[in-house]
């Protein structure tokens, strides 16, 4: 996909997935390697019908024990949904935009059926996201979306963004105590993204927006609807690191709060918006997330 500048490549095969984001021929977000079926090697791919974790794949819902497969290797919990791990199917691709689907009877691990869509739309400087997903079953279930976009740090890379709130996790990445937003960087003010520690944890009260200023003079906006949460994953000293809008945080169907129940026919969408612009283009005025 192309609109002026930007350019797009999908992997509808490889769980859905944005294989590569250019602007100007510059990466946005990393470039998936070519013929690459591993959906952690892509640009970005999609969350569905939960985001995150669930502790061990194990969960209670309307009186239901639910236990789903562990779908990540040796790691102890269940990650990101089914959505990443299955094929799409491209209803509908034009040179700026595409639609794909992901339909899901309910015969796996994950005992109810739904229906998720993802509608790609690029403009002369920004892409547009859109995640929708409907459950089609006879009953309610338990629902959750987001985007996982890798982008990429140089040396000079900063972050900012706005929360209430932040989760520290345990050694398995469970969030296990709520501390304030800056306890791991004040990214209100703007943080270096590179670093020697792992971060891999939960923002909640996010105001949907959020600021990368490249050491070029690149800037990145990311704005969001229907993610309240933000999760942050930066690997130590890693040039890639993800920021990923998200509906609830990891494990949420078994805290007290919960996750967001689905009727059968309802719908819910999650968008994001990356917005680019070069270094001779940013403009000081813009700096300051509202």
């Not at 192309?2 to 510059?26: D, H, I, Q, W």
């Not at 859109?130 to 740090?153: C, K, S, V, W």
């Not at 000293?237 to 945080?249: A, Y």
Request: with cysteine.
């Amino acid at each position: 996909m192309k609109a002026g500048a930007v350019e797009a490549a999908l992997a509808p095969a490889v769980g859905g997935s944005l294989a590569a984001l250019r602007f100007a021929g510059t990466e946005i977000l990393r470039t998936a390697p070519a013929s690459s079926a591993d959906p952690l090697q892509m640009a970005s791919f999609p969350l569905v019908p939960y985001a995150n974790r669930i502790a061990h794949g194990r969960f209670r819902f309307a009186g239901r024990d639910v236990r789903l497969p562990l779908n990540f290797g040796d790691h102890p919990h269940s990650i990101h949904g089914i959505g990443w791990t299955s094929a799409w199917h491209v209803e509908a691709v034009a040179q700026d935009s595409a639609h794909l689907t992901h339909r899901y009877d309910g015969d796996g691990g994950w005992p109810w059926a739904y229906e998720a869509q993802q509608h790609f739309t690029l403009f002369d400087d920004t892409i547009e996201m859109r995640l929708t997903l409907r459950n089609i079953g006879d009953e309610a279930m338990p629902a959750g979306l987001g985007f996982h976009p890798y982008f990429q740090a140089d040396e000079d890379s900063s972050l900012q963004f706005q929360a209430d709130r932040l989760w520290l996790a345990a050694a398995d990445l469970l969030p296990v105590r709520e501390v304030a937003a800056d306890a791991l960087g004040d990214w209100s003010a703007g943080a270096p993204v590179r670093g020697d520690g792992l971060i891999d944890n939960v923002y909640g009260g996010w105001n949907g927006s959020a600021i990368i200023r490249r050491g070029d003079g690149t800037r990145i906006e990311l704005s969001a609807s229907g993610a309240s949460w933000f999760h942050v994953y930066r690997p130590p000293l890693s040039r890639d690191f993800c920021l990923e809008p998200v509906s609830h945080m990891p494990d949420a169907v078994n805290r007290p709060e919960g996750m967001e129940s689905m009727e059968p026919g309802a719908e819910k969408t999650l968008s994001l918006r990356i917005a680019f612009t070069p270094a001779d283009e940013a403009l000081p005025q813009r700096d300051k997330i509202a």
